[in-house]
């Protein structure tokens, strides 16, 4: 029984503490059009109605320059069917609320200069309380008196959150869009390279085909990284922000411009290069519409750190900037087993999880690290928003999107760490010619995954980390492909499934005799092959060996 009393109360208490968003709708007297404000209020004071039109529109007393906290404070005639707007501070939100109610208002506004909290009070005082009362920022209420004139009414509601936004559509699209293209082209051209039969003249191209190969040392520096700097991001966000953002907009012009080029390299005048100079960089003679294609990616990014708290239109740059950017890293960052994949995707899954659920019980403001990052805290002075997330504006109109999160947002991490996955699915697809059954899996798995972090964003109403159900989907599916295939031995090592590209050696230094019989260049490529197989040679990974390697092999053989 005594359990039972303090989870009511327990329950009582949260209630209490966390309020509700509302909206206060402004507008003249004589004019019908108005605007939203976002409200912080207490139902247990007094609820408001859910829509617009059920709303009774009162005439607004500014009392900003008092808080309401004496008889004195009150004007002759009191506040009869008013809202007086007064200060926050130095008494509580009982005695605001009970002076108003004593002198004829229907409801009171009270002006916060600090974070809005919920107006609390007790059992007692909220039976005798029958207006309703609401929290309103400081900034707002200095934009109502810029907008509206002195005549201004306000309607205040409450209207229900939407199960789901249709925002999430469009998060859903790009996301899935991104992992599937970036896992198709990064395997498709890794192919490309491997098969390669001539090299090619333009030095450039081969470094933007070189990728990096991911080691568990790697893995484990690189997630040891990922704490530190989420933890020195929210101690001190306001200081390293801005290094976040010059960083983004560095690496972001550069995936641009990898995801551009092999489209711009097509066109006919491309060919075209700088003239001889003995100029820095210059004197290379790059190609001009590789010059070109840099000057617009890098502008593409100073626009985009200029004008990005422009929320009507700034979040598509973003989210081109950051698709870009993704892209770029499947095609440069390679797993190359799946043993590897399974090591980066369970550490990571720890280590979201730790950081979206774990932390709220460590922190003194009982909020997570994660979220409190990725959403940018509340009481930053800069108020900047870490752009490493995709973002889509709320499409309902609803009191969280106008008063805490106008828009839904997706991390990177959320695409690239499954995104690899699907990589190493469509190049095992490739070099086993399996008709792509891994990588059409693998991303089916991860909008399912996707699916899922949607549905339970809208039970729980909190951010949600998408890798504790992108995780489990992707490898999990991939895991159950291969058993059925009966390839997890190779499926797990990348290794045992592809032959050795045999090469017979060439003496450049010789001139080729006129061949008379074909047979009799076979037995010695036989022989060749036959005398590496029988010294065992081992099978590698999905690993390929450049031109220049298989030279100096030559060249060694001779």
């Known amino acids: 029984m005594r359990v039972t009393e303090t989870l009511i109360w327990a329950a009582f208490i949260i209630q209490k503490v966390l309020g509700e968003y509302g909206m206060a709708h402004f507008s003249d007297k004589d004019k019908s059009k108005g605007k939203d404000y976002c409200i912080f209020f207490n139902s247990q004071w007094a609820r408001l109605p859910q829509d617009l039109s059920k709303a009774s529109h009162l005439q607004i007393y500014d009392l900003t320059t008092s808080v309401l906290c004496s008889p004195s404070d009150v004007p002759e005639g009191g506040f009869p069917n008013r809202i007086p707007m007064v200060m926050r501070g130095n008494c509580t939100f009982y005695e605001k609320v009970r002076l108003a109610q004593i002198n004829g208002a229907k409801g009171l506004l009270i002006v916060s200069k600090d974070r809005l909290t919920p107006p609390a009070g007790n059992r007692t005082q909220y039976e005798e309380i029958d207006i309703p ?78 990728t990096v190969d991911v080691t568990p040392i790697m893995i484990c520096v690189f997630v040891v990284m990922c704490c530190s700097m989420l933890v020195l991001l929210y101690f001190f966000y306001d200081r390293l922000a801005i290094w976040v953002i010059a960083i983004f907009c560095l690496a972001s012009s550069v995936g641009l411009h990898s995801c551009l080029w092999p489209f711009v390299r097509r066109l006919p005048f491309c060919k075209c290069r700088v003239p001889e100079n003995n100029l820095p960089y210059l004197h290379k003679r790059p190609q001009i519409c590789m010059l070109l294609l840099s000057a617009f990616c890098i502008s593409v990014s100073i626009t985009w750190m200029v004008f990005r708290n422009e929320d009507q239109w700034a979040w598509v740059l973003q989210d081109t900037l950051g ?44 909020e997570s690290i994660m979220v409190e990052v990725a959403a940018g805290p509340s009481d930053s002075s800069t108020h900047e928003k870490l752009p490493m997330v995709l973002k889509v504006p709320r499409l309902n109109s609803s009191p969280l999107a106008l008063c805490d999160r106008p828009f839904s947002l997706l991390g990177f ?29 693998c991303t089916i798995a ?28 992707t490898l999990f599916t991939t895991l159950t492909v291969a058993l059925w295939r009966r390839e997890l ?32 260049t076979k037995p010695e490529a036989q022989t060749t092959e036959t005398t590496r197989q029988s010294n065992g040679s081992p099978q590698h990974p999905l690993q390929e060996t450049s031109p220049g390697e298989r030279d100096e092999e030559e060249k060694k053989s001779d």
């Open 133 to 210: 009362v609401a929290l309103l920022s400081y900034s707002d209420m200095l934009d109502i008196s810029k907008t509206f004139g002195k005549l201004r009414l306000v309607a205040m509601y409450a209207p229900n959150e939407p199960v789901l936004d249709y925002n999430m559509v469009i998060i859903f699209l790009m996301a899935v869009g991104t992992v599937a293209v970036g896992g198709y082209w990064a395997g498709s051209r890794d192919n490309k390279k491997r098969y390669m039969k001539h090299k090619r003249d333009d030095g450039l191209e081969k470094q933007d085909e070189e």
């Open 323 to 366: 698709i870009a950017f993704c892209l770029y890293m499947l095609k440069t960052v390679r797993l190359p087993t799946f043993k590897a994949c399974t090591l980066l995707l369970t550490v990571l899954f720890v280590y979201d999880v730790f950081f979206v659920f774990i932390t709220p019980y460590l922190t003194s403001s009982g």
């Open 413 to 441: 991490g959320d695409i690239l760490v499954p995104g690899l996955l699907v990589v190493y699915c469509h190049r095992f697809d490739i070099l086993t010619q399996s008709s792509r059954i891994y990588f059409v899996a």
């Open 446 to 473: 991860y909008g399912v995954g996707l699916l899922i972090t949607f549905v339970a964003l809208a039970v729980m109403q909190m951010g949600q980390p998408a890798l504790l159900y992108l995780v489990p989907c």
């Open 489 to 520: 031995p190779q499926f797990w090592t990348g290794s045992g499934f592809v032959p050795a590209l045999v090469l017979a050696p060439i003496n450049c230094t010789q001139t080729a005799a006129p061949q008379i019989d074909g047979s009799s």
